[in-house]
Nanobody, 113 residues
Framework: QVELVESGGGLVEPGGSLRLSCAAS????????MAWYRQTPGNEREVVAR???????YYIDAVKGRFAISRDNTKHILYLQMNDLKPEDTAVYYC???????WGQGTQVIVSS
C-alpha cells in the first residue's frame, strides 16, 4: 500500500492561485496513474484531473485551462496547480492512486472574498 499525504490547501480570494501537493510514500508511485478528486458537503467525490505514468493528462471541463496536474517521479510528488480560482472550486481535495485504491486525507480549499 502507498500512503498519500496532501498539502497546500487554504483560503484564497476569487481569481487567486494555489498549488496542492501530494507526497507518496513509495517509489512504486511512478508506475501508476494518479488523480485529484474533490468533494463538497452532501456530494460524491468527483475527479478533477488525472495523469498517467507517461504524463498524459485529463481534466474535467470545469477546470480546463485553469488547473494543471503534474508529477515529479524523482520526488514521488503529485501536484495540482490551480489558477483563476472560483468560489465553486471550494471543496476538500483528495489525492488518489486508483491502481491501489489509495486515498490521501484531503486538504481544504476555500475560495471566498
Amino acid at each position: 500500500q502507498v500512503e498519500l499525504v496532501e498539502s497546500g490547501g487554504g483560503l484564497v480570494e476569487p481569481g487567486g492561485s494555489l498549488r496542492l501537493s501530494c507526497a507518496a510514500s513509495s517509489g512504486s508511485f511512478v508506475i501508476y496513474t494518479m488523480a485529484w478528486y474533490r468533494q463538497t458537503p452532501g456530494n460524491e467525490r468527483e475527479v478533477v484531473a488525472r495523469i498517467s505514468a507517461g504524463h498524459n493528462t485529463y481534466y474535467i471541463d470545469a477546470v480546463k485551462g485553469r488547473f494543471a496536474i503534474s508529477r515529479d517521479n524523482t520526488k514521488h510528488i503529485l501536484y495540482l496547480q490551480m489558477n483563476d480560482l472560483k468560489p465553486e472550486d471550494t471543496a476538500v481535495y483528495y489525492c488518489h492512486l486508483p491502481g491501489l485504491n489509495s486515498w490521501g486525507q484531503g486538504t481544504q480549499v476555500i475560495v471566498s472574498s
